[in-house]
């Protein structure tokens, strides 16, 4: 048997008492640990977090806070070797995957440690300035955020099990708010391991940092008025926690991070083989391979002006032929697994699906895997998808709804009548609402104006131009300084965004009083 992955909750480390959820390895099929969260008292850990962590958190400052968080950083990092070993295993993931999702999630953490020590000694953040009240200035209103008084319940995708950990924690933690995640349950071990070495390290209060893997029945249950939930995931489960009655009946604040239908978008007046024309193929192909296509951010649509589309099929094409993929053990491997036998099949629906209103343009479902059986391996090759020419990005609904979680996306070319970008955006706007679309061009003033367009369905523009080809951070990366979020869709969502992240875990108040009273504040 292998071993029960323990749950740290109600102050203790405490294993399930069923028999447990096997979590296997995606590339050799093999069996690495369990988790179980059977028995647990629920309602005793929710409220242990909020009257021991809580109450501990809210006695430190915000840069004591701070300080914690860049302990845990050097914690993490003293183990990083292991956070590799494990995510090799269960996400079969190569190292550059492993780094976006493991040295994401501690430079996020570290990140938020330096930001924390800007808000100093002080134990709720003044927001903007008294405004007066009438024509006498001695009566003012002064709005202040303080930390809520509750739980932040995260409940997390499987894709990311170590980032989605830390960007949510950081700004949680330095808020003054105990955090209790629950993983994904098919790459837990990692989320596990981690919060393991914090919470042994000892750098947090008692109950600041709690852990339940498996499954989620009954947690949202437990939340009550001045809890918070934050969701990321699949579309359909982001609406059972939506319409869940602690959400609906008392009014527990949500924030969702869902599925979305990336964009990215090749502006008119880019010639093959310019160099605004190179940027856009090597990023698109780039991110249909990171992780396997198993991004939230990941290109889904790639908008070229109708006349390049065959060059541009040929030139990302030829780049996704040189995607060797299997096991991620074997270093002449880029691309390792899907997490799952469950993904696989769920990739290989998807591509049929989108096969009904487009056609392929290279074939990933017939490459070779390097030192991979493909009996047992979750491996599947990039594949290209097209729809042919402007009617059919019209046409083709599938692939403006459509996610497929893994290395797959469309061509849709777009009509550039008077050199115009109008069908491109009205393209871009049937995802309805995306986390991320990107812009690639060398005119900065039709750049500006395309993001300008696009910025009310999009949490991120990410504008790619020649001038910073070798600075730019990359369409999927989410870097904790920029927001992370996108609206409708994408689950309506906001994470991040340097400092901002922080107001979820805060409540605004208006204090209205003389200004003697609010001097005293
Ligand atoms: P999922 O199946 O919706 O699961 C997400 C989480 O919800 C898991 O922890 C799951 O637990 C839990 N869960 C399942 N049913 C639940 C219920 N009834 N009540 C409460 N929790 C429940 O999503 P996934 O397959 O892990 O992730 C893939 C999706 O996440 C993709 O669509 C991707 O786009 C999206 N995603 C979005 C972002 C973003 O930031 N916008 C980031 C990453 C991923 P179990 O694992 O135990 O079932």
Redesign the pocket.
């Known amino acids: 048997m292998t071993e029960l992955l323990p749950n740290y909750f109600n102050g203790t480390w405490q294993t399930g008492t069923g028999a447990g959820?096997v979590l296997t390895d995606p590339v050799l099929g093999t069996e690495l640990v369990r988790v179980d969260a059977t028995g647990l008292d629920l309602a005793a850990g929710f409220g242990f977090a909020r009257a021991q962590g809580g109450q501990a958190l809210r006695a430190l400052t915000y840069r004591q806070r701070a300080a914690m968080l860049a302990a845990a950083q050097k914690v993490l990092q003293a183990n990083r070797d292991a956070y590799y070993d494990i995510a090799t295993a269960n996400s079969g993931t190569v190292k550059n995957d492993t780094d976006v999702d493991v040295d994401g999630g501690i430079f996020t953490l570290g990140t938020y440690a330096k930001m924390g020590e800007s808000l100093g000694d002080t134990h709720f953040i003044m927001d903007g300035d008294a405004a007066r009240l009438g024509k006498d200035p001695l009566f003012q209103s002064q709005h202040i955020l303080s930390p809520t008084r509750g739980v932040a319940l995260f409940?997390?995708?499987?894709?990311?099990p170590s980032w989605?950990l830390w960007e949510k924690a950081a700004p949680a933690l330095l808020s003054g708010v105990p955090v209790i995640v629950?993983?994904?349950?098919?790459t837990?071990w990692l989320t596990q391991r981690m919060v393991k070495d914090v919470v042994d390290a000892g750098i947090f209060p008692v109950g600041a940092l709690s852990i339940v893997c498996?499954?989620?029945?009954g947690?949202?249950d437990q939340l009550q008025p001045f809890d918070v939930v934050s969701?990321?995931?699949?579309?359909?489960?982001?609406a059972?926690?939506r319409s869940?009655p602690v959400v609906t009946q008392r009014s527990v604040r949500v924030n969702i991070?869902?599925?979305?239908v990336n964009s990215a978008v090749l502006l008119p007046g880019e010639a093959a083989g310019t160099e605004a024309f190179d940027l856009f193929v090597k990023e698109v192909a780039r991110e249909m391979t990171v992780k396997s296509g198993?991004?939230?951010?990941a290109i889904r649509r790639i908008l070229v002006p109708e006349a390049l589309y065959h060059a541009a099929a040929q030139a990302i094409s030829a780049r996704l032929a040189k995607t060797t993929v299997g096991n991620p053990r074997n270093e002449a491997v880029r691309m390792g697994a899907l997490v799952s036998r469950a993904?696989l099949v769920a990739v290989r629906e998807g591509l049929d699906y989108l096969k009904g209103q487009a056609t392929v343009l290279h074939d990933g479902s017939t490459a070779a895997l390097v030192d991979a059986d493909p009996a047992v391996a979750c491996c599947v090759g990039p594949t290209l998808l097209g729809v042919g020419n402007a009617d059919g990005s019209d046409t083709s609904d599938r692939v403006h709804d459509t996610?497929v979680?893994g290395p797959v996306a469309t061509l849709v070319p777009y009509r550039t009548t008077d050199n115009s970008i109008a069908h491109a955006v009205a393209l871009v706007r049937r995802g309805q609402g995306s986390?991320v679309t990107s812009l690639y061009g060398s005119d900065p003033q039709a750049l500006a104006w395309a993001a300008r367009e696009l910025a009310d369905s999009h949490g991120r523009v990410h504008i790619i131009s020649p001038d910073v080809a070798a600075l730019h951070t990359g369409h999927g990366n989410?870097m904790p300084q920029s927001l992370?979020?996108?609206p409708g869709r994408?689950?309506g969502?906001e994470?991040l965004g340097g400092l901002r992240a922080l107001n979820f875990y805060h409540r605004r108040t208006a204090i209205q009083a003389s200004t003697a009273v609010l001097g005293q504040l």
């Open positions: 959820t409940i997390n995708a499987f894709n990311f989605g629950k993983p994904a349950t098919a837990a498996g499954s989620s029945a947690l949202m969701f990321t995931g699949s579309a359909d489960t982001a059972v926690i869940h991070e869902a599925d979305s198993q991004k939230c951010t993904q996610e979680f986390l989410v992370h979020g996108g994408a689950g969502g994470e």
